[in-house]
C-alpha cells in the first residue's frame, strides 16, 4: 500500500492535497519546505525504513535484552508537486545497505 503525503493549508486547516508515495515507516520527521521558484512544490525529509519492523524491537522483553535496534533509519527526501499530485523519492540511493 502506499504512503500518503496530506498537505494542510497553514492559513485554513483544510486538507488541500493528498498525495500518494511510496511505502515506508517512519519515527521522526527532519525538515519540510516550500520551493522558493513554485509554491506548489514540497520538499519533505524524513528518517524513515522499508517496513515498520524495526517495531518488534521496541517490545519490552527485547529492550530488557539491553541490545541496540539492529535497523537504523536513513534519510529520505520526497519531492512533492501539488500540481501534478506526484511524489519522487529523490534520494533514494544514499539508503545504508
Known amino acids: 500500500k502506499p504512503t500518503y503525503f496530506r498537505i494542510i493549508s497553514l492559513d485554513t486547516g483544510e486538507q488541500i492535497a493528498r498525495i ?3 511505502a515506508f515507516f ?3 520527521h527532519i525538515n519540510s519546505y516550500q520551493s522558493k521558484d513554485n509554491k506548489n512544490k ?3 525529509d524524513i528518517c524513515g525504513f522499508d517496513d515498520p519492523q524495526i517495531i518488534n524491537e521496541f517490545y519490552l522483553d527485547k529492550l530488557r535484552e539491553n541490545i541496540f535496534p539492529s535497523g537504523a533509519g536513513y534519510l529520505r527526501r520526497f519531492e512533492l508537486d501539488l500540481d501534478a499530485n506526484t511524489c519522487i523519492e529523490s534520494n533514494a540511493k544514499a539508503r545504508e545497505p
Request: hydrophobic share 45%.
Open 26 to 28: 517512519m519515527f521522526h
Open 42 to 44: 514540497i520538499t519533505v
Open 20 to 22: 500518494p508515495g511510496p
